[in-house]
Structure formats: C-alpha cells, structure tokens
C-alpha cells in the first residue's frame, strides 16, 4: 500500500513570497490533515479536512494560510505572503473515519524562508 | 485545554540499557494517547496507543500504559538497541470534537554501542 506523498521535499523562498505545498493521502482515507512542525517542537495541527469539507482550520493562520482538498482526495497548502517564523516542515497525514484510527503521516516538506 | 509534556532531551544511553521517556498530558475528559517515533530521515510513526485507562500499548519491545489517576503515559523499553535512536512524541487525541493529535515537544534519543 503507497503511503502519504508530498511534494516538494525541499523549498526556500524570499520572506513575502508565496509558496505551495500538495498532498496525496492514502486511497480510501476520508480525513486529512497539515501539521506544521517548528524546529524543536512537536508538530502543530494547522487545518483537518472530512472528505472535502473543514473540520477543524481553529490555528490556521487564515490572513497568510489556505488550503483546499478538491473532490475529497489531493490537498494543497498555500502561505501568501511568507513570513520567516513560516520555516518549518509541514506534514501531512491521513487516516479513516473512526476517531482512533491510525494517522499516517507523509514524509514532510522542509521550508527555508530567507 | 489539551496539552503534552515529554521529558526533556536529548537522552543518551548505552546499548542495552533500559529506557523511560516520561510523558504527561493535561485533557478533558479521556483521550487516547500515543507514542509517534521519527527515525533519521524518515517520516513520523506510530510507535503504540492506548485509547483507554489502564490499557497498555505495545511494539518492538515498548511498552507505555495509560494512567488515568497520575496523567501520565510514559514510554519504557526494557533493552535498547542503537536502532532505536530517534525523536520520540508523545501525544494525545481529545475525546471531543475532531480526530486531531496535540504532540509533546520530542525527546531526542541516542544509543550508543
């Protein structure tokens, strides 16, 4: 079974600049999740998806941050404009609908912002 | 609110030696809990989970169990390997609302042969 994709793993930009991040869950996984993870600390959840519609976007910093899941599976995450407290890896997981079920996290995407 | 504390790291031990990484969390209500591991260069991972008190989670040797009356969730191996050197999270799942995870700080540890 293919796990959690993201793409890129790597990306540095100027502070200001606008940047994208893409996931592709696992097939079959209803919920979708970004986590930001700071250097040091443990990673933060920033917005969960059901399907395609938002659970929970409460710490997504919604002046700079969106994200969309479009037909319920691939997810993009977007920050416009960076700041530099952005650099972090930004994760994404998926998991089914029952509430323990196993998150499943995708190999992360490092941003540098200079 | 909900919220995780782990023991600071970095840890360094011996191989073979035993191992304990405290964790203890702040909830309403009973959550289930979790031990996620992050090994150089890789993804994070479920490591165990107990979803319930007393229950106790287990895997590769680790051994956590969910204590209800201290708040506490603290990870245990009784002899490590230098494979086990890693960042490990503890975290929670509040019973209410959303399925999302709130993550301790990561205790980085190391094994030394």
């Known amino acids: 079974e293919a796990g959690v994709a993201q793409s890129p793993r790597y990306k540095i930009i100027e502070k200001r600049q606008s940047v994208a991040f893409w996931c592709n869950p696992i097939?079959?996984?209803?919920?979708l999740y970004w986590y930001q993870q700071i250097l040091g600390q443990g990673p933060k959840l920033l917005i969960q998806?059901?399907?395609?519609?938002?659970?929970?976007d409460s710490q997504l910093p919604k002046d700079r941050f969106s994200a969309e899941r479009l037909k319920g599976v691939d997810s993009t995450l977007k920050i416009q404009p960076a700041k530099l407290e952005d650099s972090a890896v930004y994760l994404c997981?998926?998991?089914?609908?029952?509430?323990?079920?196993?998150?499943?996290f995708g190999p992360g995407t490092r941003l540098t912002v200079l | 609110g909900n919220s995780v504390t782990q023991m600071e790291g970095p840890v360094t031990l011996s191989e073979e030696a035993f191992l304990t990484i405290n964790c203890t969390y702040t909830?309403?209500?009973?959550?289930?809990l979790f031990w996620y591991v992050q090994y150089p260069g890789e993804g994070l991972q479920l490591l165990l989970k107990?979803?319930?008190?007393?229950d106790k989670g287990s895997n590769k040797g680790f051994e956590a169990t969910y204590r209800k009356e201290t708040t506490s969730f603290h990870l245990e191996k009784g002899s490590v390997q230098v494979s086990d050197s890693a960042v490990y999270f503890c975290?929670?799942?509040?019973?209410?609302?959303?399925?999302?995870?709130?993550f301790g700080q990561g205790t980085r540890l190391t094994i030394n042969p």
């Open positions: 107990a979803t319930k008190a007393d």
């Open positions: 909830a309403t209500g009973y959550p289930s």
């Open positions: 997981a998926s998991s089914g609908r029952g509430r323990t079920d196993t998150q499943y």
């Open positions: 998806f059901q399907n395609n519609g938002v659970v929970d």
């Open positions: 975290a929670l799942s509040p019973i209410q609302g959303a399925q999302k995870l709130v």
């Open positions: 097939s079959g996984h209803a919920t």
